[in-house]
């Protein structure tokens, strides 16, 4: 969800690995792409005179990471590189289907067809209480960040019902903790992963 503190995590994680020697691809979905930076303008702007039907958000989402997909992720990987990005397919599976009430088989099979084979080694779902992610948004909210507190009680249900049923991919982390201490546990991870 927004407000667990990914940003700040992906710049140390992918800092980390360039300490290490690993070359790294950091991108964001939707976006990292001239058609997915049009896509994310077009689906978090608050525009009440541009309303978007749930079935096409989940649309505009997953055509904005095939593009993703294809220009960035997997010449990255092509070339050797790690690829850490800032939300994948789950976003989806989670936002439109757990949260928004589509069909979440159709959302999963919608997104593998996007990602054509592309899948990550690991998830890092960082997870906290809505009230306290919710203290930590500044700003602006985008349209998504205003669809109101049922909506984001069942994105953090929705995401921890997937790490559930997916315990070796998606590794929920305790987002409450210290920003060293998410860190560390994200490392404690990755680091195996990156040894295999």
């Keep these: 969800m927004d407000g667990v503190g990914k940003s700040t995590q992906i710049e140390l994680f992918c800092d980390w690995l360039r300490g290490r020697g690993r ?34 958000e989940m649309l505009l989402y997953m055509a904005a990471r095939a593009q993703l997909v294809e220009e960035v992720i997997r010449p ?17 599976i989670v936002y439109q289907g757990h949260a928004g009430q589509l069909a979440i088989e159709q959302v999963r099979a919608v997104g593998q067809v996007t990602i054509a084979g592309v ?3 690991a998830v890092f779902l960082l997870d906290m209480p809505v009230p306290l992610a919710d203290k930590r948004l500044t700003g602006e909210r985008d349209r998504m960040e205003q669809q109101g507190d049922a909506f984001r009680q069942r994105l953090r249900k929705g995401f921890l019902a997937e790490a559930k049923g997916d315990p070796g991919m998606i590794h929920v982390i305790d987002a409450s903790q210290s920003i060293d201490d998410v860190q560390t546990a994200i490392r404690e991870i990755a680091g195996p992963l990156l040894e295999a």
């Design 119 to 121: 899948r990550p080694s």
């Design 76 to 92: 990255a990987l092509a070339r050797g590189e790690v690829v850490v990005s800032d939300r994948f397919v789950l976003a989806n």
């Design 23 to 56: 070359r790294v691809t950091s991108c964001r979905d939707p976006g990292s792409t001239a058609v997915g930076e049009r896509v994310r303008d077009l689906v978090l702007t608050t525009d009440p005179t541009t309303p978007i039907d749930r079935r096409t």
